[in-house]
């Protein structure tokens, strides 16, 4: 079954909620826990083990803003197993690596042309093209949107 496509405004709203409360955070977060057990130990996983510290909690923030997006909009997303977010991950892992772009955006652009949800690629996308922020470094950013649009191909 397709999920119904989630729109910028939602997930900016929600952006702006978990953004602005710490409370709010924290509750998605511990929701998360009892209901994607597999993809939080994915997100705390050897995997990321390169990241910096804000990096991996801009990582778990994008991934809770998508996650309360898509229930806010299909209701609470199925828990995602093990083999198909490493399925997932291997498969956009190899389309980037097809990519011959040399731009952040560039590359990512082939992901797009695969996705029923494009805002949420989106968001992720713009999300992470500010790596002045200092959350994000320039080495950190293609893994971060692999991490994220695997997530989301679990959840459509």
Known sequence: MLATFVSEQIIDT???????SEADFQMTLQELEEHQAVLLAYLFSDNFSLFTDKEREFLLFLVIVVYESMKRVNGVPKAISEEELS???EENWALLQSVKGKGF???LDVFFQRTSQED???FAEDALSD???GYVTKEGREAIFVAVK???????
Not at 14 to 20: I, Q, R, T
């Open 105 to 107: 955006h560039e590359r």
């Open 150 to 156: 695997s997530v989301v191909d679990c959840w459509v």
């Open 87 to 89: 399925k997932a991950e």
């Open 14 to 20: 929600v952006a702006e909620e978990l953004g602005a």
């Open 120 to 122: 949420l690629l989106a």
């Open 131 to 133: 790596i002045e922020d």
